[in-house]
C-alpha cells in the first residue's frame, strides 16, 4: 500500500505557513514529504532527479554517485516515492525517475515568507 502524497488544491493548499496556521489535515498529508527529504541522501537525490537536464534521471546515472550499496539507494528512492516526491517508470532492466513538479512547488509555497 502506497502513501503517495496527494497535491492539495483549493483553500487546503498553498497558504505559506509564515501567514496562517496549517490545519491538521493539511499537516497529516504533507508530514511524510518533509520527513522523506529529512534525510542527507535522499536530498541529495531528490535534487539530481529535480535538476535532471532532460526532466528524468536513470537509476544507473544515480547509484555511482554515492558510496552506498545499490539496495541501500533502492531503499532511498522508495522512499522518495512513497512520500510521492518523484515517479518512476522501468524500462527493461532500468528505472527512471522524474520529479512531481507540483508537489515540489507545493512544499515550496508553503514555506516561502512574504518579504513585506
Known amino acids: 500500500m502506497s502513501n ?3 497535491v492539495l ?3 487546503a493548499c498553498c497558504t505559506p505557513i509564515a ?3 496549517m490545519p491538521a489535515e493539511t499537516a497529516a498529508v504533507l508530514a511524510p514529504a518533509f520527513k522523506a527529504l529529512g534525510d542527507p541522501v535522499r536530498l541529495q537525490l531528490m535534487s539530481m532527479i529535480a535538476s535532471a537536464p532532460e526532466g528524468e534521471i536513470c537509476v544507473c546515472d ?3 554517485a554515492f558510496e552506498l550499496s545499490g539496495p541501500t539507494i533502492s531503499h532511498h528512492l522508495r522512499t522518495l516515492r ?3 516526491l518523484v515517479d518512476a517508470d522501468r524500462r527493461g532492466t532500468w528505472v527512471y525517475y522524474r520529479a512531481r513538479p507540483g508537489v ?3 512544499l515550496a509555497t508553503l514555506l516561502s515568507v ?3
Open 82 to 84: 512513497e512520500a510521492g
Open 104 to 106: 515540489l512547488q507545493q
Open 9 to 11: 488544491t483549493g483553500d
Open 4 to 6: 503517495q502524497l496527494v
Open 114 to 116: 512574504d518579504s513585506a
Open 19 to 21: 501567514r496562517e496556521r
Open 62 to 64: 544515480l547509484t555511482p
